[in-house]
């Protein structure tokens, strides 16, 4: 265990909060910045938590020098497709520039390792489906640009600096933690697995399987499910890696092989033992037909094994996530 702290951006967050506890549960001194803007103070299970923004350039420089940090993880970040098409500049704001200052303020003080939670949306319409880190970022909204600028500087900053980081473009995230304490939060969700939860508790009374005649196994449109259990651990893998001098690097996080949406759509209805009332809908704009992660590089050269490649782990996790909100709003 380090004696220095981790400042966790977005750790009120859906993802960042995971990371937050298996951090914790390993001993490690950790620091919380969250202007709880999407994130909640409850999820943040371990460390300090500290209201404030990324792009408060005193704040950050406060914090930093106060807790001893010597690493970043980064997730603060606005992350709704649509609505970074409607408003750009909202995502380059929060997503590009603050993290620009962000970045200023680890230059400054010395930080040593760096975390990325970025995204597949960096590739946009891939060709194979499936997505190498080589293969060209191409993406096709302004959620992944802001991302994939992140990218760029902090490539920049590393050669430029001691700074070293790894950045993990994650694929569908899904699942809570295993005692149900934290998950996905976001009202308004638009992703497969937790409307389909929705769904089956009747916070919905419908839902729709966007595309029925995309050049796929069952016609519906294929994704890489990650538990996001295993994701978090990619951090806590990346974060060793690093500890242990090892250079910059990007990383998929996925599992390397994808469901339909039909196929989820019935593990869903298998999983919670009655049938969904699903509507067929076209195309939703902006969305490939297959997106899948090459992830051996990760498990090669970080050693990250994942533990819940199982659909039906992943339902049940969110399901029961689901009825713990469902109870808790009652
Ligand atoms: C999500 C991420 C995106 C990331 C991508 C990686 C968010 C908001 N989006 O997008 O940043 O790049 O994973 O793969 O976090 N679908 C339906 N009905 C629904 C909802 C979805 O049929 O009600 C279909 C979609 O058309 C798609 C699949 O389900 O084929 C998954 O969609 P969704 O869960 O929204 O995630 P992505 O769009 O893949």
Redesign the pocket.
């Known amino acids: 265990m380090s004696s220095k702290s981790i400042l966790v951006t977005g750790g009120a967050g859906y993802i960042g909060s995971h990371v937050v506890r298996q951090l914790g549960e390993q001993g490690e001194n950790v620091v919380v910045l969250d202007n709880l803007y999407s994130g909640q103070k409850e999820a943040v299970l371990y460390g300090k938590l500290i209201i404030g923004d990324t792009s408060d350039k005193e704040l950050v420089d406060q914090i930093i020098k106060q807790y001893n940090i010597d690493t970043v993880m980064h997730f603060a970040a606005h992350?709704?497709?649509p609505e970074s098409v409607e408003n750009p500049l909202k995502y380059y704001a929060n997503n590009t520039s603050a993290t620009r200052n962000l970045l200023e303020c680890c230059q400054n003080n010395g930080i040593k390792h760096f975390i990325f939670s970025s995204?597949?949306?960096?590739?946009g319409m891939l060709e194979e489906g499936v997505a190498t880190e080589d293969t060209p970022t191409r993406p096709i909204n302004p959620?992944?640009t802001s991302k994939l600028m992140t990218e760029w500087m902090l490539k920049d900053l590393s050669l430029a600096t001691d700074l070293t980081h790894i950045t993990l473009r994650?694929?569908?995230?899904s699942g809570c933690d295993p005692q149900t304490r934290i998950g996905q939060n976001t009202p308004n969700a638009?992703?497969?697995?937790?409307?389909?939860c929705e769904a089956a508790l009747g916070k919905r009374d419908s839902?729709?399987?966007?595309?029925t005649d995309?050049d796929t196994p069952d016609g519906?449109?294929?994704?890489?499910y990650i538990h996001v259990e295993d994701l978090a651990d990619a951090h806590i893998t990346a974060l060793k890696y690093l500890r242990n001098g090892g250079e910059s690097k990007t990383f998929n996080c996925?599992y390397g092989h994808g469901y339909?949406?039909k196929e989820?759509l019935d593990t869903v209805q298998k999983v919670h033992g009655a049938p969904l009332n699903i509507e067929e809908?076209p195309?939703?704009a902006?969305?490939?037909?297959i997106?899948i992660?090459d992830c051996s590089a990760i498990q090669k050269e970080l050693g990250w094994k994942p533990k819940l490649d199982d659909l039906e782990k992943i339902v049940e996790s969110s399901l029961k996530w689901e009825h713990k909100l469902a109870n808790k709003n009652q």
């Open positions: 992350t709704v497709v995204t597949a949306a960096v590739y959620y992944g994650y694929f569908n995230v638009t992703l497969l697995i937790k409307v389909a839902l729709s399987i966007f595309g995309y519906t449109g294929v994704r890489d996925g339909s949406v989820v809908k195309r939703r902006g969305d490939p037909p997106l992660a």
